[in-house]
């Protein structure tokens, strides 16, 4: 089992910044990959980035190339999403999410966290 908690969503303008927190807990070891996927109502949760637990390759979904950056912290068990340039487009639920397989494909996501919300305004 892992543990994802996640911190650091919130209300900002649009062109402002905000840096999401995920932390992990449990058997870690086995982690593949660490994902951020977010969500607006009546929509499906989409990937928006991730990075290898072992060797921090990162994967961006195009929609967020140049302005967002995924990060860990082996030593503390944390994954970041260090969002700039937002845009009200950007405004969603927010979820962190592991998985032992080298896959972005939602579904083969085991683990999940309770999600943080972020409010971009215009």
């Known amino acids: 089992q892992v543990q994802l908690v996640e911190s650091g969503g919130g209300l900002v303008q649009a062109g402002g910044s905000l840096r999401l927190s995920c932390a992990a807990s449990?058997?870690?070891?086995?982690?593949?990959?660490m994902g951020w996927f977010r969500q607006t109502p009546g929509k499906e949760r989409e990937f928006v980035a991730a990075?290898?637990?072992?060797?921090?390759?990162?994967y961006y979904t195009d929609s967020v190339k140049g302005r967002f950056t995924v990060s860990r912290d082996s030593a503390k068990n944390t994954v970041y999403l260090q969002m700039n340039s937002l845009k009200p487009e950007d405004t969603a639920v927010y979820y962190c999410a592991a998985t032992n397989r080298p896959s972005l494909a939602r579904n083969d996501y085991v683990y999940w966290g309770q999600g943080t919300q972020v409010t971009v305004s215009s």
């Open positions: 449990g058997r870690t070891f086995s982690t593949y990959l």
């Open positions: 990075v290898r637990w072992s060797i921090s390759n990162t």
